[in-house]
């Protein structure tokens, strides 16, 4: 578990990275506009991105069972469905870009300023979809191969070229959040080519006997993905809808509480994808224990799974309550935009330690491509959350804003524990030693 979660954990501690270079340039220009502006476009781009993040999730479930049932026609047709249907939703969300902005800013109530910056930033990094969800695809098939180091490589060049492409455009050729947006895009097509390179250095498990369009496009196993795909895209939105939320709920109070939740927001994350790090891994190892059958592995990893992430998370909390207010001083240096954001900082201290259950539950959900259980459990989760804002908002302010984070994060925890019994037995496993 800890060799194939370790290269994973290290490159998701690089996927915030150049979110948060955008907000160390911007949080040091002259207006918070510019920050506001970013964090609200980025908002509708986690719908988005995080909507369709069933692409990495579905393929590595997918093909991870495949893997394991050593059927490598099935592990390459998994590939080029995925490829087809990214392909498809890059187009349509290009091609209905203009009603998802009207609707999205719509939504927001923010200052004028704010919201012309959010949308200079959409119309630009809204053409490098093609590019996100092909590397979405890429990696996760990689990951359903036990091979978490070509997407550590993969990502770790995406965003390390898109921090240098962002240092150069704003404060090299002085462009503002078109520059923000501009270098994301070009860094997401440089993924493409590392991706289709990783991709035909896995040749070696070309199937002998080739592959057929047949294969690829049989029917059962297109419905399969398209139902699996369609349980995590509504449970995607559903937790990107609540992020949403407290976005909105921040933007009602002000501009400068607004980009305050922008900060620890990447406290938060760097957080989130330290510990999907053995969600990624639970979901590579639970998928090809369900392919061959074999209930012994399935036990063992999700035990050392939890176990690990437990430490890590108490890492994480210790980091954040030593260290917390030098990391807001590396974001911004206006005085205001630090006392706000220290002022809150302890939400993110509890965070790593209400979240990771649902992480690592995540994980075993999307291995064993049982995907409605986990759809449920975020309905329940999200409504929960939606009836504690109306009591923790009113009556605590601001920090009912974060708090309620924390609820969400631990109902998610608590609801797919209720189901992991039935998704458990429901499998059948022939190997019971």
């Known amino acids: 578990m800890w060799k194939l979660s370790y290269p994973i954990i290290l490159s998701n501690l690089f996927i915030p990275l150049p979110g948060i270079v955008d907000t160390a340039v911007l949080g040091r220009l002259d207006d918070e506009s510019y920050l506001g502006g970013v964090a609200l476009s980025a908002v509708i781009y986690s719908f988005i991105y995080w909507g369709v993040a069933f692409l990495r999730k579905g393929t590595t479930g997918l093909g991870a069972q495949a893997y394991g049932a050593k059927d490598m026609q099935e592990v390459w047709a998994v590939l ?88 150069w455009f704003v404060l090299g050729l002085e462009m503002t959040v078109d520059g923000v947006a501009l270098a994301t895009v070009i860094a997401e097509y440089a993924g493409v080519i590392v991706g289709l ?56 109070i002000g501009d400068t509480f607004l980009a305050a939740t922008v900060i620890l927001g990447h406290l938060f ?62 974001f911004t240096d206006l005085p205001e935009l630090i006392a706000v954001s220290s002022e809150y900082l302890i939400w993110m201290v509890l965070m790593p330690l209400f979240g990771m259950w649902c992480f690592i539950f995540d ?25 504690s804002m109306q009591i923790l908002v009113p009556t605590f302010d601001e920090h009912g804003v974060m708090a309620g984070m924390c609820v969400l994060m631990t109902l998610r925890g608590l609801t797919q524990w209720y189901y992991y019994p039935a998704l458990r037995d429901s499998i059948p496993m022939r190997k019971e030693t």
């Open 80 to 167: 080029f469905r995925a490829i087809g249907m990214a392909v498809f939703l890059a187009i349509l969300l290009i091609v209905i870009q203009i009603p998802i902005a009207w609707l999205s800013f719509w939504a927001f109530e923010a200052s004028e300023q704010v919201e012309i910056h959010a949308q200079t930033y959409y119309y630009i990094r809204i053409w490098g979809a093609p590019a996100s969800f092909l590397n979405f695809v890429f990696v996760g098939w990689l990951l359903a191969l036990q091979d978490s180091k070509r997407p550590m490589i993969l990502q770790i060049i995406v965003n390390i070229l898109n921090v240098i492409l962002d240092l």
């Open 197 to 252: 390179y990783f991709i035909f250095g896995r040749r070696d498990l070309w199937p002998e006997t080739g592959l057929s369009k047949s294969v690829i496009w049989n029917w059962q196993k297109v419905k399969r993905m398209t139902v699996v795909n369609r349980e995590l895209f509504i449970r995607s939105l559903l937790l990107m809808f609540a992020f949403a939320y407290q976005t909105a709920e921040a933007a009602k």
């Open 269 to 330: 994350h760097i957080c989130s994808f330290g510990l999907d790090g053995f969600a990624h891994a639970n979901e590579t190892l639970v998928g090809q224990a369900v392919g061959a059958k074999d209930r012994k592995t399935f036990s063992a990893v999700n035990r050392a799974s939890f176990e690990l992430g437990l430490l890590v998370a108490l890492g994480m909390s210790g980091i954040y309550y030593i260290s917390g207010e030098y990391w807001i001083g590396f």
């Open 363 to 387: 994980g075993i959900y999307f291995g064993s491509t049982h995907v409605v259980e986990t759809r449920k459990a975020m309905i329940i989760s999200v409504g929960g959350y939606l009836l």
